[in-house]
């Protein structure tokens, strides 16, 4: 699912945004959660076509799969051990977590990483990726999958217990065996979780990710646990950039019409996109006063 708004010109390529859901949600459900800040991209890039991609995750869900079925928000981030029983309405996943305790692993990834190899082939390229909870897990795995190097970094992992580079991100090119999809310009993370403490994933953490990325934690957020969200910031090369990590007052949600919280998040894209002189000129506007 795609949506698009604004017009673009000559010399603006649309600003192309793939958007991954958290855990029980949908590509339809994660759009409509995101409306305000799809505005608020549009606004901060009125000479672009702002484009943003919602597919929708490959793991139906079953109410067993979710403890808290009676959250009527679609957000629950409880991952359950075992599939089975009566469908939860219209409720995806990227993976099922596994485990009763950390180091946690990760069934259907692949899966995952297929649907979104999907979505890179017909729709990219893209310029970034924002993801939330499972989907910020994600969207740092990704990220880092199609960095540079990034498969020869895996090559080496697997001596040491890790998993296989993603086989659905591999495209044969006639010649040589490549990724799918250039490199992103930027990753965002809300609520999202690092995976580097198994063996399996390590590669995807080490070396650190290249790609910039900005991460949203919120103060209240009872579901995905600050160190874990650290976790995935701490294994990015920029994580003591300043304003890489955001936090917000509120909980396991992505905050999308707070102006003081919208800001960062369009001062970084500015940044990594159009260059370090535009995201700074988009932080101080954010913190002109006002009359209204």
Not at 31 to 36: F, H, L, W
Not at 115 to 131: H, M, N
Not at 134 to 163: D, I, T
Not at 282 to 291: F, I, K, L
């Amino acid at each position: 699912m795609t949506s698009s708004s604004g017009t673009s010109t000559p010399n603006k390529p649309p600003l192309k945004i793939l958007m991954l859901h958290g855990y029980t949600q949908n590509g339809p459900l994660f759009r409509s959660k995101t409306r305000a800040l799809e505005k608020n991209l549009q606004k901060a890039f009125p000479h672009r076509s702002v484009q943003l991609s919602y597919p929708t995750a490959p793991i139906k869900l079953y109410k067993s799969d979710i403890p808290n079925w009676d959250d009527p928000n679609g957000t629950a981030g409880f991952e359950n051990q075992d599939a089975g029983g009566e469908e939860a309405p219209d409720a995806w996943g990227w993976w099922r977590r596994k485990g009763e305790k950390e180091p946690y692993t990760y069934d259907g990834m692949e899966n995952g990483f297929a649907r979104c190899a999907e979505v890179l082939k017909a729709e990219g390229p893209f310029d970034g990726v924002i993801g939330f909870s499972q989907g910020g897990a994600l969207a740092g795995m990704l990220a880092s999958a199609l960095e540079p190097g990034r498969r020869e970094a895996f090559e080496k992992a697997q001596a040491h217990g890790g998993m296989r580079f993603p086989e659905a991100l591999e495209e044969d090119t006639g010649f040589v065996t490549d990724v799918v999809h250039p490199p992103f310009k930027f990753a965002v993370s809300y609520s999202g979780f690092g995976a580097g403490n198994n063996a399996l994933y390590r590669a995807f953490y080490e070396p650190k990710i290249k790609t910039p990325m900005l991460h949203y934690i919120g103060t209240m957020d009872t579901v995905v646990e600050e160190k874990r969200s650290l976790r995935l910031a701490d294994a990015c090369e920029d994580r003591g950039k300043e304003g890489r990590i955001v936090y917000h007052p509120g909980g396991h949600f992505l905050p999308s019409s707070q102006r003081q919280v919208v800001a960062p998040l369009l001062a970084f894209i500015k940044e990594t996109v159009e260059g370090p002189e535009q995201g700074k000129k988009e932080e101080d506007a954010a913190d002109m006063d006002v009359p209204f």
